[in-house]
């Protein structure tokens, strides 16, 4: 236990507060399933008294996810604290993770307080929290710019009011790595009790440096980092869970640490955070990206072809990536499509094997190979089918060409009513988009657009991402088909129903 790094995932938490990464109760739900799977050791699901949607997300999880601990922020405020202990108090692993800003500069712009009396709330809250839940964490925020002395104090304090782990978070992404490990050394040799609780950080990417100052901690005794998968988060993002414990797995040898991390779920969970938030993952990125297990230089390939040690320090299947690049096609049986699915980290149950296996039909109907790439996009729309879209679409038929005005027919369901509508635009995505508009009532603003090919070749699926505006919130929706006026379709009813989802939790 001693040598174990615990793996706190604020994907859900941290990595959804980026702007544009909205994701409903059902999203988040399927992506606390894969970080289950992975076994991360905490799940950060929410900040319940921030919205409704949010509640009802960490509630969600708490009651459905029995691995991990289930732990939801809150401001050390009593009515925060309270909502969070209300949201996970029926999780089978529950904790409380409650956080006040320690440094001078959060302490008397932003809470105008003293150092005194930050310390008084902060040691209120723990003691509040410790009456509902066993487990507390405390967060410093902005502790690499606090004052170490004070930042000392309200560690010891909050120990002594019943915290079970003490966070340091680098808030804004501001501290160097040795400086940083030199916080936490001065922690460790500073504060009495802090062998009674588990040391955590949590770093963000401000300067690119959040990995870095996370692994370099772990050499004064850090035994939990908090992290998110691809990076995601606030800003530049936070420290990334594949680069974290894909470090501590390869260099065994230097960090002498391990995690409980089942590696094999790391590829299928990036795939499935980076189609649901709609945040692509940039080609190089380390552990994840498209390109980080492709040699493109002939020497380089030369010498992956006698040993692959020559230029892999990790091998894919570790990650979940596939070894070999057996295509599938419409010939392609179930036993074929199964082993398939769970190389790429899928392990479904009956029901959702089979309609899995009769959309991959359909699919290889329409295009001859069907790659891994497909079938993850396959699985996703899949795995989050059960959201209740408030409109479905029907069908829709568009006229259009260089010498007339392109002009759409829409159908849309909604709750058993057809509703069909028509409108002209400039091109034939803008007319569909407009009919969907004039039938949902929707007056948002597009913000981005665009098509991406899945897979190589004439008939490869087209991936569509669409991202609209309403009162100051960005909501993203995608949509997969072989033809791309249906994935343009598809992608921008669905975000439209996020919207609608999200606005009928604000009315409630
Ligand atoms: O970055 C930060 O300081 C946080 C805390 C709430 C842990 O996210
Ligand atoms: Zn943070």
Known sequence: MKDKIQIFDTTLRDGEQCPGASLNTQEKLEIARYLEKMKVDVIEAGFPISSPGDFDSVETIANNIKGPIIAALCRAVEQDIKCAWDAIKFARKPRIHTFIATSPIHMELKLEKTPQEVLKQAVSAVRLAKSYCHDVEFSAE???????????????????????????????????????????????????????????????????????????????????????????????????????????????????????IDTSYIYPTSKLVSRLTGFVVQPNKAIVGKNAFAH?????????????????????????????????????????FKNRLEQLGYDLDQDKLNKSFEQFKILADKKKEVFSEDLV????????????????????????????????????????????????????????????????????????????????????????????????????????????????????????????????????
């Open 377 to 508: 996009a396959l699985m996703s729309e899949v795995l989050v089918e059960d959201i209740a879209d408030l409109y479905e679409l029907k069908y829709f038929h568009v006229t259009t060409g260089n010498s007339i005005l392109p002009t759409a027919t829409v159908e849309l369901v909604k709750e058993n009513e057809v509703i069909v509508d028509a409108a002209c635009g400039d091109g034939p995505v803008d007319a569909i988009f407009n009919a969907i508009d004039r039938i949902t009532g929707a007056r948002v603003k597009l913000s981005d657009y665009y098509i991406k090919a899945l897979t190589r070749g004439k008939d490869a699926q087209g991936e569509a991402v669409v991202e609209i505006k309403d009162n100051g919130c960005s909501y993203i929706g995608k949509g997969i088909s072989t033809d791309t006026l249906e994935a343009s379709t598809k992608a921008y009813l669905k975000a439209i129903n996020k919207m609608l989802l999200q606005n009928s939790y604000k009315d409630k």
């Open 142 to 260: 902005d502790a690499s710019r606090s004052n170490p002395e004070f930042l000392y104090h309200i560690i010891t304090e909050t120990i002594r009011a019943g915290a079970t782990v003490i966070n340091i978070p680098d808030t804004v992404g501001y501290s160097q790595p040795e400086e940083f490990a030199g916080l936490i050394k001065g922690i460790k040799e500073n504060v009495t009790n802090i062998d009674e609780v588990v040391m955590s950080v949590h770093c963000h990417n401000d300067l690119g440096l959040a990995v870095a100052n996370s692994l370099e901690s772990i050499k004064y005794g850090v035994n939990q980092i908090e992290c998110t998968i691809n990076g995601i988060g606030e800003r530049a993002g936070n420290a990334s869970l594949e680069e974290i414990v894909m470090a501590i797995y390869t260099r065994k040898d230097f960090y002498q640490k391990y995690t409980d």
């Open 296 to 336: 493109e230089a002939g020497i380089h390939q030369a010498g992956i072809l006698k040993d692959a040690s020559t230029y892999e320090i990790m091998k894919p299947q570790t990650i979940g990536l596939e070894g070999n690049q057996l295509v599938l096609g419409k010939h392609s049986g179930r036993n074929a």
